[in-house]
């Protein structure tokens, strides 16, 4: 990474900004290295105009994904899964982007028209609620809101049955003589429709027993008038509003029809904000800018000169040093390059940490492949993968995980070969144990041990190539003293505890004795040197001692990869049991059927959950057993100034 | 001594045998189905509020069901070591049936609280990922250290009914 400062004329300001999104290979910077002094900048006198383009831009970009949504909304155009960008040709860009009033205006309208269908909606509601309670009194001329004589108020309301309507009137009368109920008889409800009335001056005691009672009063507040009146009024409205709504919906499915614009449009705010913001960065005088950045030192040279060919510029470069705290931008194979998106989960690399991709890429691939373990599975998984790349062109993070797992399913049909797995037993199952996919090495399912002590093997590997890296950080750094005590000294007594254990079982008792030598040396390494930082010699050999205490956790490290002959065997046992499922019913004609349909099932449903867990648990052994031997993280990705686009690739024919 | 003879008569290997082997298969399952259903709860509040989660957060509610599958795995393996689906079943003596018994101990403990406690990280997880969606990652990983222990009962469990010879 180097660091470069350029600075230009004020004039020029615009397109050298443009040209530096095209060539999308510096990452801007704040300026702030005033260290020389000679550079005391005016405030810049731009930053209200500034803000104003970056509130336009962000402003323009919510309305525009707000019309998207809309759009998706009323246009239900079916949308693939795996959606790729819209190829958009430039002329085409540009005469969207030159049109740009005509689609705001579109995507307001969509956005008005959407609110008036909710309000719309929300007055049909109210009235039809306001229509059922009404419905049963449009017989009945009676006045709401204002009812009665100049003496006697009436408040119509109905009762559940009856008996009510006595208790009613014997509470009611036992208070105020001066009132009465009169039910309105009718058989064809469920409810009996009745009129209270009573004399005005009584309502202070009348109106607490209607509240306190089974009573219901009709009660419209919004409106007065004759019930049959106030039905029609609000049938009419219902229908006017549906009308309203039919017709704005259908002009909205017609906008719709242009989320294309609104898409490019939306790129184009994107763009322009992010052009904006990159400009709070750059220090301006009145006649010059100046900015500061970040370019990966492999193309410093060709941006100098493309830059240089069009603008009166000065450009200064150095190496970025590692107080710099600079973004990292990651070189690897292209076979390694889509594993850099397992380190970017965990956390990117810091300007501290050397790469851990081209290290962790093999076993990531091993672990993975030998956890899934089944040619068959292999095969499905690795055409699955196939078409979402080389087909639906899926980008970014999406086809970097599609990349490995495509990897992975191909090393794991190496291994279904070894291991005798084919979606795990159908041949035999299919040909009732005549025949059976051959086996190179061996059968997990009938030596599970050996399966074990070479997972663990492997582990072991992985953890020694985590080490080794810890080792070669802290060599490179100069502290060789650290490398051999700390680091070194365990690999030599961890590989004689393996020796030790594994001598007798080779029948090999030369392989113990040289263990032997090896635990001795390299656990004295580390009872002597372990606890060096300490002046009392006493406590320093205490503290080696106590040291030696980390072997648990290097133990329990190495068991823990003995998950990948559970999960291999969950794969194997799960296609199994399908498999035996499957072939209940034997291989006549229903049988047949039966074993296609449960096996199609099955099958799929294990290799969802196998590739899951075979991805997680290779994920976990990579972040917590080898990451933690030398990985610290917690860099920042590079993030060049470019043109980004979230819905529409330019094409330039 | 009748009433030991009739002990005897229910207890026979096989039987002892199929009572662990279903244990192992019903306790994970009820782990992971309250794991599942844990999560399932939070996913559903997350996709109230952002539906495009969906995918991540089912994701996320996949993690505690394994405990299930690993409970069905210990069940066929018993199935199968003890000859049960090859007929061979009254080579079962009532010892082997109680260490076919003991051989499921280890995933129908483990494999019930290992689903549940995954299942409430996961649904903590389904939080992380309504605030941070770019951390789906992070949240699966977290549950995964969870289901380690199960996979370690579950080994403890296949390995020991592999080692019991039947026949």
């Known amino acids: 990474m180097d660091k470069i400062h350029i600075v230009g004329l004020a004039n020029d300001k615009e397109t050298i900004m443009d040209s530096l999104m095209k060539l999308g290979a510096v990452e801007l910077s704040e300026v702030t290295d005033r260290s020389d002094g000679s550079m005391e900048p005016e405030e810049p006198q731009e930053s209200t105009e500034l803000s104003a383009n970056v509130k336009y831009a962000s402003d323009l970009m919510l309305r525009m ?10 246009h239900h155009e079916k949308k693939p899964m795996f959606s790729s960008m819209r190829k958009v040709s430039s002329d085409n860009f540009m005469t969207v982007v030159s049109s740009i009033d005509d689609v705001e205006a579109k995507a307001d309208e969509l956005q008005n028209h959407t609110s008036e269908i909710t309000v719309l909606n929300t007055r049909i509601m109210k009235n039809i609620l306001i229509a059922e309670q009404l419905k049963p009194w449009t017989d009945v001329e009676i006045k709401l809101g204002d009812s009665g004589t100049e003496f006697v108020d009436m408040v119509p309301g109905t009762f559940e049955s009856i008996d009510e309507v006595e208790l009613f009137r014997d509470a009611l009368r036992s208070s105020a003589s001066e009132s009465d109920v009169i039910v309105l008889h009718d058989n064809d409800l469920s409810f009996i429709r009745a009129i209270v009335i009573y004399h005005r001056d009584l309502a202070e005691s009348i109106i607490p027993i209607i509240k306190g009672s089974v009573f219901r009063p009709l009660s419209i507040s919004s409106r007065s008038g004759y019930s049959g009146d106030i039905y029609d009024e609000c049938v009419a409205e219902i229908e006017n509003d549906r009308n309203k709504i039919r017709e704005l919906t259908s002009r909205c499915r017609e906008i719709a029809e242009n989320v294309q614009e609104f898409e490019i449009i939306y790129d184009h705010a994107s763009v322009l904000f992010d052009k904006s913001t990159s400009q709070s960065m750059i220090l301006d005088t009145d006649y010059t800018f100046i900015l500061q950045g970040w370019i990966p030192s492999h193309l410093t040279e060709s941006v100098e000169k493309a830059l240089r060919s069009e603008f009166i510029i000065a450009f200064q470069s150095r190496k970025a040093k590692t107080e710099d705290e600079y973004p990292i931008l990651l070189k690897n194979h292209p076979l390694v390059k889509p594993y850099e998106v397992v380190t970017d989960m965990f956390s990117p690399p810091s300007v501290r940490d050397i790469d851990p991709n081209p290290i962790m890429a093999p076993f990531f691939l091993l672990f993975f492949s030998m956890m899934l373990s089944d040619a068959g599975y292999g095969l499905i998984l690795a055409a699955g ?94 502290k060789w003293k650290d490398a051999v005590f700390d680091v070194f000294s365990w690999i030599i007594a961890l590989t004689g505890v393996g020796l030790l254990l594994g001598g007798p079982a080779l029948n090999l008792p030369v392989l113990a004795d040289i263990g032997k030598y090896m635990v001795i040396t390299g656990f004295g390494v580390i009872v002597l040197f372990g606890g060096r930082d300490s002046g009392n010699p006493v406590l320093r050999i205490l503290k080696g001692i106590i040291g030696l205490y980390d072997i648990t956790s290097y133990v329990s490290d190495a068991l823990s990869y003995t998950r990948i002959l559970a999960l291999s065997l969950a794969t194997a046992v799960i296609g199994m049991v399908v498999n035996k499922l499957g072939s209940i019913l034997g291989f006549g004609f229903t049988g047949i059927i039966l074993f296609i349909v449960v096996g199609l099932v099955g099958h799929m449903l294990n290799l969802a959950i196998s590739t899951l867990g075979c991805y997680v648990h290779t994920s976990r052994l990579q972040y917590v057993e080898f990451f933690s031997k030398f990985y610290e993280g917690g860099g920042r990705a590079w993030d060049p100034l470019s043109v980004k686009m979230k819905y529409i690739k330019i094409s330039n024919n | 001594m009748e009433f030991v003879q009739a002990l005897e008569k229910i207890f026979t290997g096989p039987v002892i045998a199929f009572i662990g082997a279903a244990l192992a298969a019903a306790m994970a399952g009820i782990g992971s189905a309250r794991g599942v259903g844990l999560v399932g709860e939070a996913a559903a509040g997350v996709v109230s509020e952002d539906p495009s989660k969906f995918g991540k957060v089912l994701l996320l509610q996949a993690l505690p069901g394994t405990q299930g599958i690993y409970g069905l795995l210990t ?58 969606p770019e951390e789906l990652t992070k ?28 026949g």
Request: charged letters at 10%; glycine letters at 10%; aromatic letters at 14%.
């Open chain 1, 65 to 74: 994904k707000n019309a998207v949504e809309l759009s998706d909304k009323y």
């Open chain 1, 385 to 478: 993968c196939a078409l979402l790349i080389w087909k639906l062109k899926v980008t970014g993070s999406m086809r970097s995980m599609a990349m490995f797992i495509f990897q992975g399913s191909l090393a794991a049909i190496v291994w279904g070969f070894l291991f005798g797995g084919f979606f795990g037993d159908m041949i035999t199952a299919l040909s009732s144990g005549r025949f059976s996919f051959p086996t190179i090495w061996f059968n997990p399912i009938e030596d599970p041990t050996r399966l074990m002590i070479w997972s663990v093997l492997f582990g072991v590997l992985h953890l020694f190539a985590g080490m080794l890296t810890k080792a070669y950080i802290l060599i490179i750094t100069g």
């Open chain 2, 139 to 166: 949240a699966i990983v977290m549950s995964a250290m969870v289901e380690t222990y199960a996979i370690l009962a579950l080994l403890a469990s296949v390995l020991t009914i592999l080692s019991i010879k039947v």
């Open chain 2, 75 to 132: 069940w066929f393996m018993v199935m199968n070591q003890g000859g049960f689906l090859s007929g061979n079943a009254s080579a079962v003596t009532t010892a082997q049936g109680w260490q076919f018994f003991a051989a499921c101990l280890p995933i129908m403990i483990v494999g019930y609280y290992s689903a549940y406690y995954q299942g409430r990280v996961s649904a903590a997880g389904g939080s992380l990922v309504a605030k941070r």
